[in-house]
C-alpha cells in the first residue's frame, strides 16, 4: 500500500476563551486527497477547530501544521497564499458584490497587478483580468451558478448563496477546503447537489477537504475519515465504520438526545 | 426549488461577451448616452464668459475629485473619515509651501502636495487601522484639529493665520490664472481621478477593498492582507483629497486656516452619502449636487429678500439644515445614494430589452 | 502664587471635567445599549441650554420650573430621535449609524442658530458668583455648585442603574441583548429610553456650563466633540471611566492651557484632548476601564 502524504496535521490543539476551554487538547491527521468529517454534538468545538486552522483563533497550545509548514502564527492571509480555503457556518459572502465579483475575490492571490497597475488598466493589468474572468466563468458554469451571475449575493436564496460559498473558496484552488456546515438549512435536492459538487471539486482537483457536517447519513456517505468531537475531546477516529459502532460516540450522541 | 445547473446554455450568448460586457464601464446605452452628453455640456462650460459660472463649476470639479477620494476610504473600503477637511488642508499648504518656499512650479507642486498627504495619511491612519472602524472616525477627527492647530503654529510653512498666496501655475510658458485656464486644469484632474476610480473598481484592488467593506474575515480568509489593503486605501483616498486641497489653492490664490473648517469635512461626507456611498458616479453626483445647492439657496433668498429679508443672514444655518436633513434622509430612506435611482432607471432599461428578445423566439 | 495659579487652573479643570463627565456619561450610555457612536451628544448639551434659557428669558418661568421643562424636553427629544432616526437603521453597518448622527448635530446646531441667531446670549444669573476662599484661591461660588450638581446627578445615574427596574433593565439590554429579550425586556424600547437618559444628562450638563459662563452660544457645540477624547480615554463602554476621563481631560487640558499657551500664543487647550485620544489610540485603544472584546465568529 502506498504511503499518503499527510496534509494536516494538528497536534494537542488547546483553545480557551476567558478560562472556559474549547478545545482540550485536540489531535488528528488528515491524508492528502481525502473527505475528513469533523462530527459530535453542539459547543463540541468543531467550529473552533476549523477557525483554529484557518487563522481566526490562535490556539493557545498545541501545533498546526499544514504539509511542511507550522501555521500556528500565521494570519489568514498568509494560509490562503498556501492553500487553504474555507467557508463559513453563516454565510460570511460579500453581501454586495455580484455572484461574478465574489468569486472574482476568489482569485485575488492568482492574480498579480497592483494599485497603480488596477488604475491605469493597460497591459498586463487589463489581460490577466480577462483570463482570470474566464477562469470565473469555469467556477460558475461548474456549480451551475449562471442564471444568478450577476445579482448581488445579498438577494440570492439561503441555498444559492452556500453555492456560491463554496464557489469562491474553489476559485482560490485551494489544496485544502475547510467547510464548516456546507448543507445545513438546505432542501433535500439543493443537499444532494452539494454533495455532488463536493465530490467533483474532491475528484476533478484533487482537494483534501475537512468539513464540519450534522447529517449524518451524508457523512457516513462520503468522508474517508470521521472524527468526533465532544466538549472539545476527540472521542472516536476512524473510518465511518469504525466510528459509528464506537461506544463513546453512541454514548455522547445518546447522552445529546436525552438533554 | 429550481435548479440552475442545467441552465446554463440558455443564457445570453457565449460567456466570453457576457463577462467582456460586465468589464465595460458604460454597460447600457442610456449610460453611454448620458456620458457623452456630460462630457459635450462640461466642454461647453468654457465658452461662458460669466466669472460665475466658471467658478463655480471649478469649484464642482474640485468637489468631485474630494468627493472620490472620501468614497474610496468611506463607501468602497468601509472606514469612515471625519479628516477630510484636514487632508485637504494638508494637500493646499503642502503646495502652498513647495510652490512659494520651494519656488516650485505650482503645477508640479499638486502631485507632489497628493503624495504627502497621503503618506501623512498614512502615518495617521496606521495605529487605527488595526481596531475597529469606529476608531479611524475618532483619530481623524484628532487629526482635523491636530492639523489646524499646527496649520495656524507653524507660521514658517503655513504663513500662519494670516495664510499663504499661491502664484498660478504654469503649463508650456502659459500662466493658468484666469477662471478659465484654471477649468482645463481642474477638469483634465477630474477626468483622470474618474477613469483611475472606475478602473480599480472592476479590478482585484478595488474587488479587496469592497471585500474588506462587506466582510472583513472573509475577506483576510480569501487571501487579503487586510491591514495592507486598508492602509492601501487610506494611502489612495489621502492622495486624491491632497490633490483636491491643491487645486482649490491654486483657485483661491489665497489660502488660510478658515478655507478648510470642520464643516468642510461634513459636506465631504454628505456628498457621498447623498450621491451613493461605494460609487464613482454617486460622488459626481453628490459633489454637484451639494456644490451647487448652495448656490441655488443664495440665489432663491436674494430673490425673496423683498418679502422676507430676514433669509438673507441665515443662508449658512439653512444651509448646514437642509445638507443635515439631507444625510439623514438619505441614510434612513436611501442609503445608496442618488446613484442608486439611476440605477434602477437603466436595470429596466435594460431588462426590457432582455425581455423583449426571447418573446420574438 | 505659583501654587495659588496651579490650584486656580485644576478647579476650572475639574468645572469643566465634570461637565465632560456627564456629556461623556450620556454618550456611554448610548453606546452600550445601542452601540451607537453619537457625535451629536455635544448638541444635546446645547439644546439644553438654549432651551432652558428660552424658558426663563422668553417665557419668565422661575429656574426650577424651567429646569424641569428642559428635562422633559430633551427628554422626549431623545426619544424622538430614537425612534424617528435611529430605529429605522438598526442593523445597518455601524459607519451609517456615526454618519447619521453627523446629521443630527448638523440639524441640532443649525435649528438652533435658525431660532437663536449666532450671538452669545446672556444667561440669567442661577448660581451665586461671589466668590468664596479656599484657602488663597479665590472660586466662583457658581463653580462649587456646578461641580456638586454633576456629582449629585452622577450618584443619582449610578443608584438608578443598580436598583431601579428600569435601570436593570436597560443594563441587561446593554451586556446581552438575546438574553434581555428572552427575559422579557423591550429592547427596543430600551434603545429609546437610553437616548432620552443621555439626552437629559448632557442637557443638565449644558445648562451647568451656561450658569458658569454666564452666556450661551454655538460654541457650545465644539466642547461636545471634545467628549471623544473622553470616553476613547475612559474607555468606550465603560461609565466610571467617562467620569474619571471627564475630569482628567478638563484638568488636562487647563493645566497644559495655563503653562503653555503662553509659550505658542494661544490655542492648546482646544488641541490637547486630541492629542490625548491619538496617545491612547496607540498605547490602550480599550481606554483606562474599557473592556477588550473577543471577537467570536
Known amino acids: 500500500m502506498p504511503q499518503v502524504p499527510i496534509s494536516l496535521s494538528c497536534r494537542d490543539v488547546f483553545l480557551s476563551f476567558g478560562g472556559v476551554s474549547a478545545l482540550a487538547g485536540v489531535s488528528f491527521d488528515v491524508l492528502c486527497g481525502e473527505i475528513f468529517a469533523i462530527i459530535g454534538p453542539n459547543g463540541a468545538g468543531k467550529s473552533s477547530m476549523l477557525n483554529c486552522i484557518s487563522g481566526l483563533y490562535r490556539p493557545q497550545k498545541g501545533s498546526i501544521r499544514f504539509k511542511e509548514t507550522t501555521l500556528n502564527d500565521l494570519p489568514s492571509h498568509r494560509r490562503a497564499r498556501l492553500g487553504i480555503a474555507r467557508s463559513f457556518q453563516n454565510i460570511a459572502l460579500f453581501r454586495e458584490m455580484t455572484v461574478v465579483d465574489n468569486i472574482l475575490v476568489g482569485r485575488h492571490l492568482h492574480l498579480g497587478c497592483g494599485l497603480i497597475a488596477n488604475g491605469i488598466f493597460f497591459g498586463r493589468a487589463r489581460s490577466e483580468e480577462l483570463r482570470h474572468r474566464a477562469k470565473a466563468e469555469e467556477i460558475i458554469s461548474f456549480l451551475g451558478l449562471t442564471a444568478v451571475r450577476s445579482q448581488p449575493v445579498g438577494n440570492l436564496a439561503y441555498g444559492l448563496q452556500k453555492r456560491v460559498e463554496l464557489a469562491r473558496a474553489l476559485a482560490l484552488e485551494p489544496e485544502l477546503l475547510l467547510l464548516d456546515e456546507p448543507m445545513a438549512g438546505m432542501t433535500a435536492g439543493e443537499r444532494d447537489d452539494m454533495v455532488r459538487s463536493i465530490l467533483e471539486a474532491n475528484a476533478a482537483y484533487g482537494v483534501t477537504v475537512v468539513m464540519i457536517e450534522h447529517d449524518m447519513g451524508i457523512v457516513m456517505d462520503i468522508s474517508d475519515t470521521v472524527c468526533v468531537l465532544d466538549f472539545g475531546r476527540r472521542i472516536a477516529l476512524g473510518t465511518p465504520a469504525e466510528v459509528q459502532s464506537d461506544p463513546h460516540v453512541i454514548k455522547a450522541y445518546l447522552g445529546e438526545e436525552d438533554d | ?361 | ?297
Not at chain 3, 76 to 82: A, D, S
Not at chain 3, 216 to 241: E, F, H, N, Q, T
Request: charged residues 10%.
Open chain 3, 1 to 297: 502664587m505659583d501654587l495659588t495659579f496651579l490650584l486656580q487652573l485644576l478647579i476650572n479643570g475639574l468645572v469643566v471635567g465634570s461637565i465632560y463627565a456627564l456629556v461623556a456619561t450620556g454618550f456611554v450610555i448610548i453606546y452600550k445599549s445601542t452601540s451607537a457612536l453619537n457625535l451629536a451628544q455635544g448638541e444635546f448639551l446645547m439644546v439644553g441650554a438654549y432651551v432652558c434659557m428660552q424658558a426663563m428669558v422668553g417665557f419668565k418661568l422661575p429656574f426650577l420650573a424651567a429646569f424641569c421643562v428642559t428635562l422633559l424636553f430633551t427628554g422626549l427629544l431623545g426619544i424622538l430621535i430614537e425612534r424617528v432616526i435611529l430605529r429605522p437603521l438598526l442593523g445597518s453597518p455601524v459607519i451609517s449609524v456615526i454618519m447619521v448622527t453627523l446629521g443630527l448635530s448638523g440639524l441640532l446646531r443649525s435649528s438652533l442658530q435658525l431660532c437663536f441667531g449666532t450671538d452669545t446670549k446672556p444667561f440669567p444669573e442661577i448660581l451665586p458668583s461671589a466668590p468664596v476662599h479656599l484657602g488663597p484661591v479665590p472660586i466662583t461660588q457658581g463653580y462649587l455648585y456646578a461641580v456638586a450638581g454633576a456629582a449629585l446627578l452622577l450618584v443619582l445615574l449610578t443608584l438608578f442603574f443598580h436598583y431601579s427596574r428600569a435601570g436593570l433593565a436597560l443594563r441587561a439590554t446593554a451586556s446581552n441583548q438575546q438574553t434581555a429579550l428572552s427575559m422579557g425586556i423591550s429592547v427596543k424600547q430600551m434603545f429609546a429610553i437610553s437616548w432620552g437618559i443621555a439626552a437629559v444628562v448632557s442637557a443638565i450638563g449644558g445648562i451647568l456650563l451656561a450658569a458658569i459662563r454666564g452666556g450661551v452660544d454655538m460654541s457650545l457645540a465644539y466642547m461636545g466633540l471634545k467628549v471623544l477624547p473622553v470616553v476613547i480615554l475612559g474607555g468606550l463602554d465603560s461609565i466610571v471611566g467617562a467620569i474619571v476621563g471627564g475630569l482628567v481631560i478638563g484638568i488636562l487640558e487647563n493645566i497644559s492651557g495655563g503653562y503653555l499657551d503662553p509659550l505658542v500664543g494661544g490655542g492648546i487647550k482646544e488641541v490637547v484632548p486630541y492629542i490625548v485620544l491619538v496617545l491612547i489610540l496607540m498605547i490602550r485603544p480599550s481606554g483606562l476601564f474599557g473592556k477588550k472584546r473577543i471577537d467570536r465568529v
Open chain 2, 1 to 361: 426549488m429550481s435548479r440552475s445547473t442545467d441552465n446554463s446554455t440558455s443564457s445570453a450568448g457565449p460567456t466570453t461577451t457576457v463577462f467582456k460586457n460586465d468589464l465595460a464601464l458604460l454597460g447600457s446605452a442610456p449610460a453611454r448616452i448620458s456620458l457623452l452628453l456630460v462630457i459635450a455640456l462640461t466642454a461647453c462650460l468654457p465658452l461662458s464668459n460669466s466669472s460665475y459660472i466658471l467658478d463655480v463649476a471649478n469649484r464642482c470639479g474640485i468637489a468631485i475629485v474630494a468627493a472620490i477620494g472620501l468614497n474610496i476610504l468611506t463607501g468602497y473600503t468601509g472606514l469612515i473619515s471625519l479628516g477630510n477637511a484636514a487632508f485637504m488642508a494638508i494637500g493646499a499648504f503642502a503646495a502652498g509651501f513647495l510652490a512659494t518656499k520651494g519656488g516650485l512650479n505650482t503645477l508640479y507642486c499638486i502631485p507632489l502636495a497628493g503624495l504627502i498627504t497621503a503618506l501623512l495619511g498614512m502615518v495617521i491612519g496606521i495605529p487605527s487601522l488595526r481596531l475597529k472602524g469606529l476608531y479611524l472616525a475618532m483619530a481623524t477627527l484628532a487629526a482635523h484639529f491636530i492639523v489646524e492647530f499646527l496649520v495656524v503654529k507653524w507660521e514658517s510653512v503655513t504663513g500662519g493665520v494670516a495664510g499663504l498666496s499661491i502664484p498660478a501655475p504654469v503649463l508650456a510658458g502659459l500662466q493658468l490664472d484666469s477662471d478659465r485656464s484654471l477649468f482645463y486644469l481642474i477638469y483634465g484632474v477630474v477626468l483622470l481621478a474618474t477613469i483611475f476610480a472606475a478602473n480599480l473598481f472592476r479590478t482585484r484592488t478595488g474587488r479587496a477593498f469592497i471585500a474588506i467593506r462587506d466582510h472583513e474575515t472573509a475577506a483576510g480568509v480569501m487571501g487579503i492582507n487586510v491591514f495592507q489593503y486598508k492602509l492601501a486605501a487610506f494611502g489612495l483616498s489621502s492622495f486624491y483629497v491632497g490633490v483636491a486641497g491643491a487645486l482649490t489653492a491654486c483657485q483661491a490664490k489665497i489660502i488660510s486656516p478658515e478655507t478648510f473648517p470642520f464643516s468642510l469635512a461634513i459636506d465631504s461626507l454628505a456628498m457621498i452619502i447623498i450621491g451613493g456611498l461605494g460609487s464613482v458616479t454617486g460622488s459626481i453626483l453628490g459633489a454637484l449636487f451639494l456644490t451647487l445647492l448652495p448656490e441655488a439657496l443664495r440665489l432663491a433668498t436674494t430673490a425673496l429678500s423683498g418679502s422676507y429679508p430676514a433669509l438673507v443672514g441665515n443662508i449658512a444655518p439653512l444651509k448646514e439644515m437642509i445638507f443635515s436633513i439631507l444625510i439623514i434622509v438619505f441614510l434612513v430612506y436611501s442609503p445608496h445614494g442618488i446613484v442608486s435611482w439611476w440605477r434602477s432607471l437603466t436595470a429596466r432599461f435594460r431588462r426590457d430589452s432582455a425581455v423583449q428578445k426571447p418573446k420574438r423566439r
